[in-house]
T-cell receptor, first 112, second 114 residues
Framework: GDSVTQMEGPVTLSEEAFLTINCTYT??????LFWYVQYPGEGLQLLLK?????DKGSNKGFEATYRKETTSFHLEKGSVQVSDSAVYFC???????????FGPGTRLSVLP | SQTIHQWPATLVQPVGSPLSLECTVE??????LYWYRQAAGRGLQLLFY??????ISSEVPQNLSASRPQDRQFILSSKKLLLSDSGFYLC?????????????FGNGTRLTVT
């Protein structure tokens, strides 16, 4: 079945460091891909999305490119801030049942 | 614009007591609705989803149930809570058509069963 794999966390970085969180997927058809962010005690917020191959989603300095050839959707940010500390989830939406498949989440801690 | 309301924010219930969590969506019609559970420090588990009034699909067998009495209302219930029901419950919605619609989440309910 469809699945999403994320790099193991937690990831700890210093402020202004470069961030990469790897995400790869397995899916039939052509899924849409998403990154969500969850701050402590809150629900998930959509961070960015891409709906077809080579699309680049971007928001708040974060970027991710839909790479069909490597089935990847890695999240990047050039300079992280303490306020970026959160759990990040990669997800895909399937072509049937309107269901979504989430990765296990990657916890990011940014130190001042 | 669309908004999603979920309540209560926190709940402490004894084992064996009933449960009712409510979720409503405003600003859209005929959304797909979802209930997820997130155990402490873990990922998301889809519990139920609904594509229309009275249509409920269950993803995992358990002592929880869901109902959709109105187009934009989704209720999660239990007749008798178990300790293992503790967790963070999230309601979400998406548009009913197409792959491009993301999930939009509520702020969640933290349930502690004692």
């Amino acid at each position: 079945g469809d699945s999403v794999t994320q790099m193991e966390g937690p990831v700890t970085l210093s402020e202004e460091a470069f961030l990469t969180i790897n995400c790869t997927y397995t899916a039939t058809g052509y899924p849409s891909l998403f990154w969500y962010v969850q701050y402590p005690g809150e629900g998930l917020q959509l961070l960015l999305k891409a709906t077809k191959a080579d699309d680049k989603g971007s928001n708040k300095g974060f970027e991710a490119t839909y790479r069909k050839e490597t089935t990847s959707f890695h999240l990047e940010k050039g300079s992280v801030q303490v306020s970026d500390s959160a759990v990040y989830f990669c997800a895909l939406s399937r072509s049937y049942g309107q269901n979504f498949v989430f990765g296990p989440g990657t916890r990011l801690s940014v130190l001042p | 614009s669309q908004t999603i309301h979920q309540w209560p924010a926190t709940l402490v219930q004894p084992v064996g007591s009933p449960l009712s969590l409510e979720c409503t969506v405003e600003g859209t019609s005929n959304p797909n609705l979802y209930w997820y559970r997130q155990a402490a420090g873990r990922g998301l588990q889809l519990l139920f989803y609904s594509v229309g009034i009275g249509q409920i699909s269950s993803e995992v067998p358990q002592n929880l149930s869901a109902s959709r009495p109105q187009d934009r209302q989704f209720i999660l219930s239990s007749k008798k809570l178990l300790l293992s029901d503790s967790g963070f419950y999230l309601c979400a919605w998406s548009l009913g058509q197409g792959l491009n619609s993301p999930l939009h989440f509520g702020n969640g309910t933290r349930l502690t069963v004692t």
